[in-house]
Every structure is written in structure tokens, then in C-alpha cells.
């Protein structure tokens, strides 16, 4: 099947809300993603298959020069097939065309083969905070 990336693809909050319990293994809690969305990011790349959202990831920023990833998810049947790999090349696009200088991702441990051998991005210190 043939695998369709889109920026800031139309989706309804209901299958988004399906794809994020799915990837991130959680019962459904309904969000309001589509106004979230609109508020406080650059956009989002959406990779459909078939007609059905397979992957999503939103591209937070500063309103400058950098972007931040979020939210990166792909359905589990379809994980290892480089759905993750396209959203963020999309998205890292999209970040470029928008004169962001920089698009920064939070990760843990187990999942730096895929950000960093398969997505390209290089390793830096940073800080965080449990709130």
C-alpha cells in the first residue's frame, strides 16, 4: 500500500485520539487535538494509508527559529515499515520552508535508533524537569 504524508492534514479528533492510545498503548482520553493544534503549533504531518491515519506527529514552535517535535506516533501494524522516518522528514521539511533554523525532539532512551540512526538528528545535552 502506498503511504500519503500530509502537512497539516484534516483529521477528525476522534482518530487521532484512536492512533495515540494505539501507539502509545493507553485507553482512548478524547482530546480536542484540532484546537490544541491550531493554538500553539506550526502544524503536523499526518501519513494516511488507505484512507485510515496511520501516523502523526505535531510541530511545536517559538514562533522563530525553532521547532519542536511532539506526539510522534504510528499505529503498531505498521511500525518498522519507516512511516516514522517519513513524518519527520516531512515534518523537518516544513520546519525548513518556515525559517525555523532548528527542529529539536525529547526521546527516551530505548527509541534513539530510531531518532537518531533513522531520522538523522545529532545528540545534545538538555535539561528537563518532572512537573
Not at 59 to 77: E, N, S
Not at 112 to 119: E, S
Request: hydrophobic residues 45%; proline residues 3%.
Amino acid at each position: 500500500m502506498t503511504i500519503m504524508y500530509e502537512w497539516r492534514g484534516d483529521f477528525d479528533n476522534a482518530s487521532l485520539d484512536a492512533l495515540h492510545a494505539d501507539g502509545f498503548g493507553h485507553p482512548v482520553d478524547p482530546a480536542d487535538w484540532r484546537a490544541r493544534l491550531e493554538r500553539h503549533s506550526l502544524g503536523w504531518v499526518c501519513a494516511w494509508e488507505s484512507g485510515s491515519l496511520i501516523g502523526f506527529v505535531n510541530v511545536a514552535w517559538d514562533g522563530g527559529a525553532h521547532a519542536f517535535l511532539l506526539d510522534t506516533v504510528v499505529a503498531p501494524r505498521c511500525q518498522g515499515r519507516g512511516v516514522g522516518a517519513g513524518l519527520v522528514a516531512t515534518a523537518a521539511d516544513e520546519a525548513r520552508a518556515a525559517k525555523c533554523a532548528w527542529l529539536h525532539v525529547d526521546f527516551e532512551d530505548r527509541l534513539r535508533p530510531f531518532y537518531v540512526d533513522a531520522c538523522g538528528f545529532r545528540e545534545t545535552a538538555a535539561g528537563l524537569i518532572a512537573l
